[in-house]
């Protein structure tokens, strides 16, 4: 604008040199050409006249330039506040406020306005509320409920989280609820059964036949502060024992190489105990997982991969089994347990190492499991009392080994040691599953009131499954066994049974099971079995998880 000031000056300076120079020269000689000269000043300053105007465009022209270009800044700011703000929450970091803070002081350094700053804040807030809703709907999209759920990878047993439902995500954290439910009838038989221990003695049978809403889990989860920080809680039932237990646990990812964590969990000493719940054949587990299997505790644990299909699990706990023991009833005798898992082929082994090929494997999947869980077991009540005693550890004729007379008459065993080791493989190939593991146990260190006869207790068992999906996505046809070798006796099952997925996801199914069993040492109100049953044992009932 200064420039062409200049310029025009300079040319109106040069035409009236010109002009004067002309005028003396022609004044003495031709005095008719004073008018002519006058009419040409008159059209220079009209030219300036021009000039002027043109300048003023000009400078009208670059003040609206000015105006825009400040208006596209703030834009500009304004869209990459917004996709810094996408770029750290998809990575999962969030953004401390005492930045935003910081941010603020250096827009007033750079000399905006308090009017331009509020303009940009407010163009920024919207943004970011609109992505944060185009985020958390993506987050929580319903069509992705029937995908069967991952769940979360550090939970070895039933208290594992399904997809859920996100109620509520902010800067500070996130909610999501989810649930798991099994209602069934079982019917045990015949109604009328006797049997005998090891030392001859009689023992009480009694079969059921009933309906229950079976198993309900309440479960929240989500994170604190840091998408690193994870939390999970439960509420867990069971309706056959009228048995309620509320827990959780805290977490720290610390990416794959380890997730650490405190509180509730299982001991990974079995294959249904690494977090594949409830994506079995049937709802429960079969008749040697659940003989030999440890329980759920309260301490520290972590997963993680040594390399990248290789997977590590390992708790310290209180006891081999917490539910319902208080904390005045816990020794000072800590339990662990740890399990080695290896995926040598496609890495996976489906959802949560689900049980059952309903993913259609293209690929052959193969698993290798190997545990170990160690636990020095006290009876937690009093010689003489019969209520309030540890259930865990049974002998192969279902006694307990802490009920009194359990190994020799009027002898009550008052401390245990047990020890299990289980290894198991399986595969996975269009459809079909084959799975089998192999357990060892010793219970020893026996501490009684009186004389036993024997210092330790060795079994030893196995169980073989088979699933084929006869119709993909829809129906599920599978069959077992399962072995006990045990010091007090033997016992066997064979089994058969359907799947049937209404709604072609994992989530949610119609199963119907019949297995035949000789002597069952398991004895418990929440399984299939009852201590020493021989016979049929029937039941159909339906499980989903959301």
């Known amino acids: 604008m200064i420039r062409a000031s ?32 006058i009419q040409a000043v008159d059209q220079l300053i009209e030219q300036n006249h021009r000039l002027e105007e043109q300048n003023q465009q000009i400078e009208k022209q670059n003040q609206e330039l000015g105006k825009q270009n400040q208006q596209l800044m703030e834009q500009i700011k304004a869209l990459r506040g917004a996709v810094t703000q ?281 698993r290798f499991n190997l545990a170990y869980t160690y636990s020095p077991e006290d009876r937690q009540a009093a010689v003489g009392t019969s209520s309030g005693i540890n259930t865990t550890l049974r002998l192969s004729d279902s006694l307990n080994v802490f009920d009194t007379g359990a190994l020799a008459p009027g002898v009550t065993v008052e401390r245990a040691h047990y020890q299990m080791v289980s290894a198991g493989a399986g595969v996975k190939y269009h459809g079909l599953w084959i799975q089998g593991e192999g357990y060892g146990r010793l219970l020893d260190h026996f501490i009684a009131n009186g004389k036993l006869p024997v210092n330790e207790v060795r079994d030893s068992g196995f169980y073989i499954q088979v699933a084929g999906m006869i119709v993909p996505k829809r129906f599920e046809l599978y069959g077992g066994t399962s072995y006990i070798f045990g010091q007090y006796g033997n016992s066997k099952e064979f089994i058969g049974g359907t799947n049937y997925y209404p709604w072609n996801t994992r989530n949610i199914r119609l199963n119907t099971q019949l297995i035949s069993a000789d002597h069952s040492p398991v004895n418990s109100t929440f399984g299939f079995y009852v201590g020493h049953q021989t016979g049929p044992i029937f039941s159909i009932g339906m499980t989903a998880l959301y």
């Not at 300076?13 to 003495?28: D, G, P, R």
């Not at 985020?135 to 989280?161: C, H, M, R, W, Y």
């Not at 990812?253 to 997730?259: C, D, Q, R, S, V």
Request: zero cysteines.
């Open 6 to 37: 200049i310029r025009s000056t300079f040319a109106l300076s040069i035409a009236m040199t010109n002009v004067v120079i002309a005028q003396e020269s022609n004044h003495a000689s031709d005095p008719n050409n004073t008018p002519n000269a």
């Open 86 to 366: 996408d770029t750290n929450v998809s990575k999962q970091t969030a953004e401390p406020a005492s930045a935003q803070a910081t941010g603020e002081t250096k827009a007033e350094q750079t000399g905006q306005s308090s009017s331009q700053k509020q303009s940009t804040q407010s163009s920024t807030q919207n943004q970011t509320a609109q992505w944060s809703s185009q985020k958390q709907n993506k987050a929580d999209d319903k069509t992705q409920l029937p995908q069967a759920s991952e769940g979360n990878p550090v939970i070895f047993g039933e208290f594992n989280p399904g997809r859920g439902f996100t109620v509520g995500r902010g800067e500070h954290g996130e909610l999501n609820l989810s649930g798991y439910m099994a209602a069934r009838f079982l019917d045990q038989m015949p109604a009328d059964q006797t049997a005998f221990d090891h030392l001859g003695r009689p023992i009480q049978v009694t079969p059921r036949k009933d309906f229950q809403f079976h198993r309900v889990m309440l479960f929240s989860q989500g994170w604190l502060f840091s998408p690193k920080f994870q939390y999970s809680t439960f509420l867990w039932t069971v309706q056959d024992t009228n048995q309620v237990a509320v827990g959780g646990a805290l977490y720290y990812n610390f990416g794959k190489i380890m997730t650490l964590g405190l509180g509730w969990n299982a001991y990974p000493g079995t294959q249904s105990l690494q977090g594949s719940h409830p994506y079995w054949e049937s709802y429960d587990r079969v008749m040697a997982d659940e003989f030999f299997r440890p329980y759920f505790s309260q301490g520290v644990f972590a997963k993680g991969n040594l390399l990248p299909k290789l997977e590590y699990r390992w708790m310290f706990g209180n006891n081999n089994s917490n539910l319902d023991v208080p904390a005045v009833k816990l020794d000072r005798d800590l339990s662990a347990g740890a399990a080695l898992t290896w995926y040598p082929t496609t890495g996976e082994f489906g959802p949560r190492g689900a049980f059952g090929d309903y993913e259609n494997h293209q690929n052959l999947a193969t």
